[in-house]
């Protein structure tokens, strides 16, 4: 049995607790959080600052490790696209040891789950034998061209078939984005994941251009479409936003997990709130200021209930793969966003939309969530300062 002490600890499932004690098995399954002054102080290990459960990050590319600080900041999401296809192939042995340094970064700093995008294989060693639950999201683009889908199949089949999730993880086929998936492609996917308790992940919205192009076939993704010889010949505007699009091809009844959602609005929010009450939105704000240096609008979210998850994309677009380093940077630039529900997004919604929420997210009894000191954290009236530090105990 292990007993942890602290000035502040929060179960996210309830109320948070001043001077009081989380007792975990040995293996790390809560079994209960009892007040202080129930406890022997000789026999705990006090904590100073805050224990939280261990972080989920919903949203990564482990696989482009290698590629941290090889693509300019601030050039918006088409130059940035650019950059990742034409840089990304490298040694496997360079690749391979950046994947296994990130993976250990976010283990140290008390990430427990990862929902991490795969094109390729390259992870799938390091996910075999790993101490954190992934959900595999085996990516799929075609390009919008409905002539291409099948060969996109058949390529991605290959990498989703060469992963076998340990106890505990999973795998699904996704589509990359409204902007490069076709139709045809998105039928696919679709049947493939009949299965309701599948999570499904997309990109949305990250940039203004993607709007454009359903809006009016307008715009940057024009250019970007010309420039690699793809015609958009046979592709006709909707005159909705980019959502829309998602939204007719996606299932409403599986968890359906919307990435960045920088340019989402009240309304595209309540259209696809409408549609299920099982969609989750994935922010990565880092990634957003590193690419477009611009964030969503948190108001919006807070208004309309929209479940919030947090992720940290890739090191190709981040300084680190730290939730916490996440939750600072809402902290600072929206600074009205309380801690508590930064809180709860980096954990309890995440398990919830990774569907892990049966062992993770919360300190209730027999989850084993993970146990994580945020050191110098100073009250959730303060504001999350820069020096507050997330250790992992459990
Ligand atoms: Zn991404």
């Known amino acids: 049995m292990r007993k942890f002490s602290a000035d502040y600890i929060f179960p996210v499932s309830s109320a948070p607790l001043q001077d009081a004690v989380l007792i975990t098995d040995d293996a790390g399954v809560v079994l209960a959080i009892e007040p202080r002054n129930q406890h022997d102080p000789a026999g705990l290990a006090h904590y100073p600052g805050a224990l939280v459960p261990g972080f989920v990050n919903t949203h990564c590319h482990l696989e482009l490790s290698h590629m941290q600080g090889k693509v300019h900041t601030g050039t918006g999401l088409i130059p940035f696209i650019t950059g990742v296809v034409t840089q990304r192939n490298a040694a496997p042995e360079i690749i391979g040891q950046a994947v296994e340094d990130a993976h250990r970064y976010m283990y140290d700093n008390g ?29 799929l683009f075609d390009f919008l061209q409905d002539a291409g889908a099948q060969k996109a199949w058949d390529d991605w089949k290959k990498v989703y078939d060469s992963l076998e999730p340990p106890h505990g993880s999973r795998k699904a086929f996704v589509p990359h984005a409204p902007y490069s998936v076709s139709a045809a492609l998105f039928e696919k996917i679709r049947h493939f994941n009949a299965d309701t308790e599948t999570t499904v ?19 940057a993704f024009l250019d970007f479409y010309s420039g690699f ?51 989750f939105w994935a922010s990565c704000p880092n990634a957003n200021l590193y690419i477009e240096n611009r964030l969503p609008d948190y108001a919006a979210f807070l208004e309309t209930g929209a479940r919030v998850t947090l992720g940290t994309d890739s090191l190709t677009s981040n300084w680190q793969l730290s939730i916490l380093e996440e939750m600072k940077t809402i902290a600072r630039y929206q600074s009205y966003v309380p801690f508590e529900t930064l809180l709860r997004w980096a954990t309890l919604h995440g398990a919830q939309a990774l569907g892990f929420d049966d062992t993770l997210g919360s300190f209730e009894a027999g989850k084993q969530p993970g146990v994580v000191w945020l050191e110098g954290f100073a009250g959730p009236e303060q504001a999350l300062s820069a020096e507050v530090q997330a250790r992992r105990l459990l």
């Open 201 to 219: 992940s997309i990109h949305n919205q990250e940039t203004p251009p993607e709007n454009q192009l359903f809006l009016n076939k307008t715009g």
């Open 111 to 139: 990430i427990v789950a990862v929902g991490d995008i795969s094109n390729t294989t390259d992870t799938f060693v390091v996910k075999s034998d790993s101490p954190l639950r992934f959900y595999t999201f085996v990516e």
């Open 229 to 279: 010889g793809i015609s958009l010949e046979h592709f006709t505007p909707a005159g909705t936003s980019s959502i829309h699009y998602a939204l007719q091809h996606l299932n409403p009844r599986q968890r359906n997990l919307f990435v960045h959602n920088t340019l989402t609005t009240r309304d595209d929010l309540r259209t696809a709130l409408a549609w299920s009450d099982r969609t």
